[in-house]
């Protein structure tokens, strides 16, 4: 079951269950959010000022290769690996998807230590802002369906 969420003039559809939890001081031009289903499943949709990241990112893909690059840098990260990187369209824009999984280091982190992510990054001239959508779940979860609800954000959501 899923059903819809919608504020400062973006939105998507996300399971139904999920403990929402908005980041300090987000605003229209830049903030996030995080949706968990336990420790099962977590989305996070992060946004910012499209104008502002452009010098660097000239366009999705070298923004999410630099996502990942930061995210290698981790200190908690043991290992990356990149399953698959494609375009897509979502709301009319081209967007880069990328599929990894990632290890911690960390036993402490032992429930969310295999954890494989799908994410999008998705340019909105329109709005002016930048969209960062990511659906993670444990590898070995029976439970968590993180490729369904990622599918789901991907098909519904909409920028401007
Ligand atoms: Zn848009």
Same mark, same amino acid.
């Given at each position: 079951?899923?059903?819809?969420?919608?504020?400062?003039?973006?939105?998507?559809?996300?399971?139904?269950?999920?403990?929402?939890?908005?980041?300090?001081?987000?605003?229209?031009?830049?903030?996030?959010?995080?949706?968990?289903?336990?420790?099962?499943?977590?989305?996070?949709?992060?946004?910012?000022?499209?104008?502002?990241?452009?010098?660097?990112?000239?366009?999705?893909?070298?923004?999410?290769?630099?996502?990942?690059?930061?995210?290698?840098?981790?200190?908690?990260?043991?290992?990356?690996?990149?399953?698959?990187?494609?375009?897509?369209?979502?709301?009319?824009?081209?967007?880069?998807?990328?599929?990894?999984?990632?290890?911690?280091?960390?036993?402490?982190?032992?429930?969310?230590?295999?954890?494989?992510?799908?994410?999008?990054?998705?340019?909105?001239?329109?709005?002016?802002?930048?969209?960062?959508?990511?659906?993670? %779940?444990?590898?070995?979860?029976? %439970?968590?369906?993180?490729?369904?609800?990622?599918?789901?954000?991907?098909?519904?959501?909409?920028?401007?």
């Amino acid at each position: 079951m899923f059903e819809a969420f919608r504020v400062y003039g973006f939105g998507f559809e996300y399971p139904k269950g999920c403990v929402i939890s908005f980041g300090k001081k987000s605003l229209r031009r830049r903030g996030y959010i995080v949706m968990e289903l336990a420790e099962e499943l977590r989305i996070t949709v992060s946004w910012g000022d499209l104008e502002s990241k452009l010098p660097q990112h000239a366009n999705t893909e070298v923004h999410a290769k630099h996502s990942l690059s930061r995210l290698n840098k981790a200190s908690d990260l043991k290992e990356l690996s990149l399953v698959d990187t494609s375009t897509v369209l979502v709301n009319g824009h081209q967007a880069t998807l990328t599929h990894f999984r990632v290890r911690s280091a960390y036993p402490i982190l032992a429930k969310s230590r295999n954890r494989e992510t799908r994410s999008l990054h998705i340019h909105c001239a329109e709005s002016n802002r930048f969209f960062i959508l990511e659906a993670s %779940s444990r590898v070995d979860s029976a %439970s968590a369906d993180g490729a369904s609800a990622f599918r789901r954000l991907q098909e519904t959501f909409v920028c401007h």
